[in-house]
């Protein structure tokens, strides 16, 4: 249904559709609500998928919107407190804008992807009707080609004088260790009162017997994929790597943290396991 230059990746739709899936099948209170992905996305019988089942996408699915939840909460407090950037790495198919129209009209929004995948996202976006204020920046960065995301985002109007909150979800463990430092020693040169929100994975001597079998199969088949897994954490190496760069603060949040805020009242089970954590480094 797509066409080939301009097709969505893969692993975005999974994640809208995981986002979708959350709020058809698992009982309210919801952590997260969005639907807008999957309209976007607009794939007849998803639920039908077998990355859809719904035992089988459990623990995947808790984790996309318990850290999607988190994200946007930590967006709304540094809100409160005057910034006034946001900048999504890897945006694939996120609906901030969307959800949040009022919010997204006083903050300036920085989608940072392919550019293949963000031309499809914008049609369907003008198709359906769906807002894209003067606020919203698309930032196409053909990274394969080596392009840099930083010169395109400066490119985008992103101003460094002023504090912004950019997050990174799912992409630090693709990256070798010397690029997420080179990552970290550039976003702390952001200007005072700045965010950077990244997942890690956890290094696999930290997580439980059945978890650790899962991430190894998981691992194999990214190997597989030509898309290897080239760096897992612990908290304090993570940590250490922040401060070097020169972050002021850093602070590691872990699966358990999230878990406690967002799932610990819930009666179902739904529950995102250890594997995935969070650094918050502040300028």
Excluded: C
């Amino acid at each position: 249904m797509y066409k080939n230059d301009v097709a969505p990746e893969h692993t975005a739709v999974r994640v809208a559709l995981w986002r979708a899936l959350h709020v058809l099948i698992d009982p309210p209170p919801h952590v997260f609500t969005d639907e807008i992905g999957a309209r976007i996305v607009a794939e007849n019988d998803w639920g039908q998928r077998q990355d859809m089942a719904p035992d089988f996408s459990k623990s995947m699915r808790a984790s996309i919107v318990g850290r999607a939840r988190f994200i946007e909460d930590t967006l709304e407090e540094l809100f409160k407190v005057g910034v006034s950037q946001y900048v999504i790495l890897g945006a694939g198919l996120d609906t901030f804008v969307q959800r949040n129209p009022e919010m997204a009209a006083q903050m300036h929004v920085f989608e940072v992807d392919q550019p293949g995948p963000q031309v499809w996202k914008q049609e369907r976006l003008r198709e359906m009707g769906l807002p894209t204020p003067p606020t919203l920046h698309f930032v196409p960065v053909d990274f394969e080609a080596g392009e840099s995301w930083w010169d395109h985002l400066l490119a985008a109007g992103f101003d460094t004088q002023k504090p912004a909150f950019i997050v990174s979800t799912g992409v630090s463990m693709y990256l070798s260790k010397e690029t997420n430092r080179t990552t970290l020693q550039q976003l702390a040169k952001l200007a005072p009162g700045s965010t950077f929100a990244m997942t890690f994975m956890m290094a696999l001597d930290l997580l439980p017997a059945p978890e650790r079998n899962i991430m190894e199969f998981v691992m194999k088949k990214a190997a597989e994929s030509q898309t290897p897994f080239l760096s897992l954490f612990t908290p304090p190496e993570i940590l250490a790597l922040a401060k070097d760069a020169g972050f002021k603060q850093a602070e590691y949040v872990s699966a358990q943290d999230i878990y406690l805020r967002y799932f610990s009242q819930r009666s179902d089970g739904l529950n995102a396991g250890t594997a995935e954590a969070f650094l918050l480094a502040h300028t």
